[in-house]
């Protein structure tokens, strides 16, 4: 490495720039202000090694930072000033967080003589975003800002990656020292992937060569372990029908035959119900979140639960697992194949067949092929596959579109499904999207994002003006909040209590940011505008108007066993 | 299955600010009230030692050292029951010195309580008292009657009845590291 044990005198800022060059950043995202001044200077200077973007909200620069990540596998890196700089920030932590996106913030802080004296813009965001970070520090000297940088950047990313937010103060940023770089190696009280333990792998492989009726549900984990490949030689040599969570999708291509489709709340039928048939459930890189496993005393108790996970923590932690096989699962699972018999399960695969069947009939042929006249959810995402065969990256925001484009989107890539899963942050889309099209310049990016989740981060068409990314937005726009409008229709008595939303005129607003735009209302006109937007090398906005009271099925309610599923 | 337990919590760390706020910050997401936290060095030079004292299900306990262990700083987490460990709290009582003479009675419920006079002066005077709570407990409700000025408890302190493995695990850490 060219930094490595060189020194130099130089300020703290500098040293900022200095060490972010060394970890490899070329981008980051931002927003100037006060405490933060000294760094941005020394932007300036670095801009031909270092592109910022700004964003014209923090919260976008988080989520771009995010969108950055999940494409990219880097580090991405947000920057704000501190105080409300800072406290924007907060919302993309926490998402980064429950989602395992590895981030990394860079805040500033008042000057150190000021903490504790309520300055100007101090707030204290160490203590604000210890519980949504994988670790936080305050640098108040100078010379602790390349070690505690190149720390930032390991625990970002190593093990189960995670945002880490470096708050420096004013006089850091200003005070000068003699700079060196070394990366970091490895921490004493920090061990990121825990050790594989054979004989675990064997229990968890003789239990699978037991099994009649075995059923594998992969997460984000295979996409953030690059496991993709060595799941499916794993799938493809057990046999074993394969499901996934919504932040899992696109890690095995939606065609495979042996990939059965979505677990989870507006998952698909078959694997729900036969989750709570299958004998042995093999849980690769997942987390049982609630909204997979619905009522936790009805999940999948016939099975026994093998558990491949990085995180100790998540073991045992919602779903007991007969078998947990910590460590990486790109080594675990390469590892257990040779033990592992070859099976077809053909009449076990038969009932996931037959429930899609079923499924098919009674949602998904309505939900792409309607015959009433309202545009469809369904239909749109079927023209965009049409158009993009399955080659996008394709960023969703949170509710009903977002269910339905992760159920519909025809994925033939990894890290092609960029969406917020854990915290469900509506405004997630427009930022991440930007972050996810300079993560992945030479893909096609289509964000998909409703009437409510749009308005939420919409200033953000600003960065996309002003950096000419050529992404492709899609708002499916039916004047609801349309995800709390459907419980409000099934479970409060059709109550809509401040769902509906009265909408400005999209395409004007981008327009107004000089974006190409056009909307779309008529069933014979979307495959032509849908096609518009995708040969288009520009940024692009589509708005489509959907049918207003649609709902999303399958659907597990709240509280119900997966088995409990609703078909309508 | 659903009583509740009183666990100590051992956390072995790194010396570093905020890590507090981090520990704290778990119980906090889980809605568990600390019942006692102290803070010290440990038998382990720039190894620092939490005990924590809760009151919780023991299904929730192992999720909570998993957690604890997770954080970056933490090196090492242990949990205890009462019947593993040699536990202790002090306890200081100011009390009117007025009270020592006037009062004879007082002495006795000094001297049978095996409590120890820190200070006197001519104002007040100052009792030591260490063992399990509800000693101090009862000496604090038996000085209630002659005025008691000032009561103040630590935290629990503890070791374990067994070996604590930590000694070995940072010299494995110390080797991988190198």
């Known amino acids: 490495m060219k930094n490595n044990i060189k020194s130099i005198k130089i300020s703290g800022a500098e040293a900022v720039i200095h060490s972010l060059l060394a970890e490899g950043v070329v981008l980051i995202y931002g927003y100037p202000g006060g405490a933060i001044m000294p760094i941005y200077d020394e932007l300036y200077k670095f801009q031909e090694k270092l592109q910022h973007v700004l964003t014209r909200h923090e919260q976008g620069a988080a989520h771009a930072a995010q969108g950055y990540a999940r494409t990219s596998g880097r580090v991405g890196v947000a920057v704000a000033t501190s105080g409300p700089g800072a406290t924007n920030l907060v919302t993309g932590i926490a998402d980064a967080q429950i989602d395992s996106t590895p981030i990394v913030c860079i805040t500033g802080q008042v000057a150190s003589n000021l903490l504790g004296s309520d300055a100007f813009q101090e707030t204290d965001i160490i203590g604000i975003s210890t519980p949504v970070t994988k670790w936080n520090y305050q640098i108040t000297k100078a010379s602790e800002i390349p070690s505690i940088l190149s720390k930032a950047f390991y625990i970002a990313k190593s093990g189960r990656p995670g945002p880490v937010l470096i708050d420096i103060t004013k006089d850091a940023q200003f005070e000068e020292f003699d700079f060196k770089y070394e990366h970091c190696r490895g921490i004493r009280s920090y061990k990121p992937v825990p050790d594989l333990n054979i004989d675990l792998l064997k229990d968890a492989a003789e239990i699978i060569n037991k099994a009649k009726k075995p059923m594998i549900v992969w997460g984000q984990g295979v996409v953030l372990g690059q496991a993709e490949e060595i799941l499916k030689e794993f799938i493809e040599h057990s046999g074993i029908p394969a499901v996934w969570t919504i932040l899992g999708a696109s890690a095995i291509p939606t065609s495979h035959p042996l990939n059965k489709g979505m677990v989870g709340m507006h998952g698909n039928y078959g694997p729900n119900i036969l989750t709570n048939e299958c004998d042995v459930l093999i849980a690769i890189g997942m987390r049982f979140d609630d909204r997979v496993t619905g009522k936790l005393e009805t999940y999948a108790k016939q099975a026994k639960v093998i558990h491949f996970e990085i995180d100790p923590a998540e073991i045992n932690k919602n779903v007991y697992a007969d078998v947990a096989v910590l460590g990486d699962c790109k080594i675990s699972l390469k590892k257990i194949i040779p033990l592992i018999n070859q099976d077809a399960y053909s009449s076990w695969i038969y009932r996931f067949d037959s429930l899609m069947e079923i499924e098919n009939e009674k949602v998904i042929k309505n939900d792409l092929f309607p015959t009433k006249k309202g545009l469809t959810m369904g239909e749109s995402i079927r023209i965009i596959n049409k158009y993009t065969k399955g080659d996008a990256v394709i960023v969703t925001d949170v509710g009903q579109h977002q269910m339905v484009a992760c159920r519909y989107t025809n994925f033939i890539k990894s890290k092609s499904n960029i969406t917020s899963g854990g915290l469900g942050t509506m405004g997630f889309a427009l930022p991440a999207a930007i972050g996810a099209k300079m993560g992945a310049p030479g893909r096609q990016v289509i964000t998909i994002i409703g009437d409510g989740g749009f308005q939420m981060t919409i200033q953000e068409l600003g960065t996309i003006f002003q950096t000419k990314i050529a992404v492709k937005i899609v708002v499916l726009n039916n004047g609801f909040l349309g995800m709390v409008r459907q419980w409000q229709q099934m479970f409060f008595d059709k109550r809509y209590a401040s769902t509906e939303m009265v909408n400005p005129d999209f395409v004007k607003i981008a327009k107004g940011y000089y974006i190409d735009a056009e909307r779309v209302s008529e069933r014979n006109n979307l495959d032509a505008a849908v096609s518009r937007m995708l040969s288009s090398d520009k940024p692009y906005f589509l708005e489509i108007c959907v049918e207003k009271e649609d709902n999303v099925f399958p659907m597990i309610p709240t509280g119900a066993s997966v088995s409990d599923i609703r078909l309508s | ?178």
Not at chain 2, 63 to 72: C, D, P
Not at chain 2, 91 to 99: C, E, H, Q
């Open chain 2, 1 to 178: 299955m659903n009583t509740k337990e009183t666990y100590t919590i051992s956390i072995y760390s790194e010396d570093n600010i905020g890590l507090l706020n981090r520990i704290s910050a778990i119980f906090l997401k889980r809605h568990i009230n600390i019942e006692s936290f102290s803070t010290s060095l440990s038998e382990i030079e720039n190894v620092f030692r939490f005990i924590v004292v809760v009151n919780i299900h023991p299904d929730q306990i192992n999720k909570i050292i998993l957690q604890i262990e997770k954080q970056v700083d933490v090196i090492k987490a242990f949990y205890h029951t009462d019947d593993e460990t040699i536990f202790q709290e002090s306890a200081l009582y100011k009390v009117k010195s007025s009270s020592l003479f006037e009062e004879r009675h007082i002495q006795n419920v000094i001297k049978k309580s095996h409590a120890n006079i820190v200070t006197v002066s001519p104002e007040y005077f100052v009792i030591e008292k260490t063992g399990f709570r509800d000693e101090t407990e009862d000496l604090r409700k038996k000085l209630l009657e002659f005025g008691l000025l000032q009561f103040v408890r630590s935290g629990r302190i503890s070791v374990t009845k067994s070996k604590m493995e930590i000694s070995g695990i940072l010299n494995i850490i110390k080797k991988k590291i190198k």
